[in-house]
């Protein structure tokens, strides 16, 4: 990318350790990434059909690769004044008393299902019963990753000494300390999401979750110090060792900074692996009941978000299912596949000639109950795959819209622009139809790096090169490029999403019920 940064002054390095891929870019005080190292993430294991896994110290050998690919682009090691992690959420490690892995990690796409652990005392299952959430409690005991490895895996869970996510993971090979950001504590885990630090002893998830106190990591606030890169990791990296290592936060949180969605009027949202749209709010908000707000990367802020998951995963599916041609093209060209595939919405009309998707692979909290699964309807005999990869897209738009309103609704504040981040955001008609079904101005950025740029803002202000986040952000997120809403299309998009795909998941809820019950 860069092919040489010498004097360039002191950077920040951003490790962003997505789903797909981990990234190390070099940010200047400007917020300009000098250098980018991206390597694929392709050696997820599947040891049963929905699991999903990963081993733990291949995580590590792809940050120490990608920063080594920063240093033979030309950037110094000794330009660097900070490091910072952003990664992927609930992806969980179980290391033993000396910090060494147990079991390969379970990564957040895992599917596997605990069963109950029947362990909540009396007067909490009345109450729950009495607020009508006993569902949502039993599904985080379900989720939970502890819960199944105290079922399957007992002896592993007996000899865990530290259960840390990914990122708490990361950040101890970095430092030597068992310390995580605050900001990345986003899975099945006793976490107060209003206080920003685990639960109180008396809390009722200490009873749903095979997790001890003990075994979590030391919280530090977005934007404190963790510790520092240690001998050992400066070996391993190219990193000097002593450089000072920054709490981060999670991916969409770092998102959400990297766009400048900071004030309750702006929306961020990620066309990534998981589609997400997300505010910023100084106040807790639940826009799904009972459902938290995330941690944001501003001290003591919260997301309000809700997720499509697999979202931008599906363009993934669509080129391995349907999409032999951009494969094969895009290795004679030398460019992504995912660009090949502009071709087929700029051949399409908007509204894919009646063709509709419902882009729920999984349940969506707020949008389906347990039985929740997708639906593609409306086929006739000139439909093509351009059709069908235009109503994927349009799917997820809709599916963003209706999380749209229901922060509207929740918050009593009208969303009034779009920020565009994530792989989808390159497309020019992915934009065109998100600002056609949200009608609303999008915003996009040349950098599309939001999650990177987001921690190396976080840093920025860390280092003190701004007296705080929301400075360092307005003067490092850049310019953006503006998408409007076509009239015609808004109107069509309009029609399509009140007659169609809104009142559809209802009326096939009870069959797909019937289906899960199967």
């Given at each position: 990318?860069?092919?040489s ?10 490790i ?25 993430i392709?050696?997820?294991r599947?040891p ?7 081993e733990?110290?291949?995580f ?7 920063c080594?690919?920063l ?16 990664t992927?959420r609930?992806?969980v ?8 892995p147990l ?8 599917q ?48 865990t ?19 995580d950001?605050?900001?990345s ?30 075994m ?24 000097p060792a ?5 709490a ?5 949180a ?25 505010t910023?709010?100084?106040r ?17 802020h ?13 363009v ?8 032999a ?19 087929l ?24 109950g347990?039985e929740?699964?997708g639906?593609?309807?409306g086929f006739?005999d ?16 809709f599916a963003?819209?209706s ?9 009593k ?15 020019d008609q ?10 609303l ?21 860390a280092?003190?090169?701004y ?10 997120v ?11 299309a808004?109107?069509?998009?309009d ?7 809104h ?11 019937k289906?899960?019950?199967?």
């Amino acid at each position: 990318m860069s092919t040489s940064a010498s004097g360039a002054g002191p950077m920040i390095l951003a490790i962003d350790f997505g789903t797909q891929s981990v990234r190390a870019l070099a940010y200047t005080r400007s917020g300009e990434c000098r250098a980018k190292c991206q390597i694929a993430i392709s050696d997820y294991r599947h040891p049963e059909p929905g699991w999903s896994e990963h081993e733990v110290e291949g995580f590590w050998t792809l940050l120490k690769e990608s920063c080594q690919g920063l240093w033979r682009q030309g950037i110094s090691p000794t330009e660097i004044a900070a490091v910072v992690v952003t990664t992927q959420r609930a992806t969980v490690i179980n290391l033993d008393e000396a910090g060494r892995p147990l079991r390969p990690a379970i990564v957040w796409t895992d599917q596997r299902r605990a069963p109950l652990r029947n362990r909540l005392p009396w007067y909490w299952r009345v109450l729950f019963t009495l607020l009508k959430i006993r569902p949502v409690v039993d599904n985080f005991e379900a989720e939970a990753e502890a819960n199944w490895l105290e079922r399957h895996q007992p002896d592993i869970l007996a000899r865990t000494a530290h259960y840390l996510l990914l990122s708490g993971y990361l950040n101890y090979r970095l430092t030597g300390e068992f310390r995580d950001a605050v900001g990345s504590q986003v899975g099945y885990l006793p976490f107060d999401f209003k206080k920003h630090d685990w639960c109180a002893p008396s809390d009722w998830k200490w009873h749903s979750v095979a997790v001890k106190r003990y075994m979590l990591p030391h919280l530090v606030a977005v934007g404190e110090t963790l510790g520092e890169v240690t001998a050992d990791a400066a070996e391993d990296t190219g990193l000097p060792a002593g450089v000072p290592v920054i709490a981060g936060a999670a991916d969409k949180a770092c998102e959400v900074l990297g766009v400048g969605a900071l004030s309750p009027d702006i929306a961020s949202v990620s066309c990534g692996t998981t589609a997400t749209i997300n505010t910023t709010r100084a106040r807790y908000a639940e826009v799904v009941p009972f459902m938290p707000a995330y941690p944001a990367a501003i001290p003591a802020h919260f997301n309000t978000e809700i997720q499509i998951f697999r979202g931008f995963w599906m363009v993934s599916w669509f080129l391995e299912q349907f999409g032999a041609l951009e494969r094969q093209e895009s290795v004679a060209r030398q460019v992504a596949p995912e660009v090949l595939l502009e071709a087929l919405l700029n051949e399409t009309e908007p509204g894919a000639g009646g063709l509709v998707l419902q882009p729920f692979w999984n349940p969506v909290l707020g949008e389906t109950g347990p039985e929740g699964r997708g639906s593609i309807v409306g086929f006739k005999d000139f439909h093509t795959r351009a059709h069908l990869y235009r109503a994927l897209i349009e799917g997820l738009a809709f599916a963003l819209r209706s999380g749209k309103e229901r922060i509207e609704h929740r918050t009593k504040t009208p969303i009034s622009r779009i920020r565009l981040s994530g792989g989808g955001a390159q497309s020019d008609q992915v934009a065109q139809i998100m600002a056609d079904v949200l009608n609303l101005p999008v915003e996009r950025f040349e950098d599309c790096e939001a999650s990177g740029r987001g921690a190396a803002i976080m840093a920025a202000a860390a280092l003190g090169w701004y007296p705080s986040m929301v400075a360092a952000g307005a003067a490092m997120v850049g310019k953006t490029r503006l998408t409007a809403p076509n009239a015609r299309a808004v109107a069509c998009y309009d029609s399509l999403y009140q007659t169609t795909y809104h009142p559809l998941y209802g009326r096939l809820k009870s069959l797909f019920a019937k289906q899960s019950s199967s």
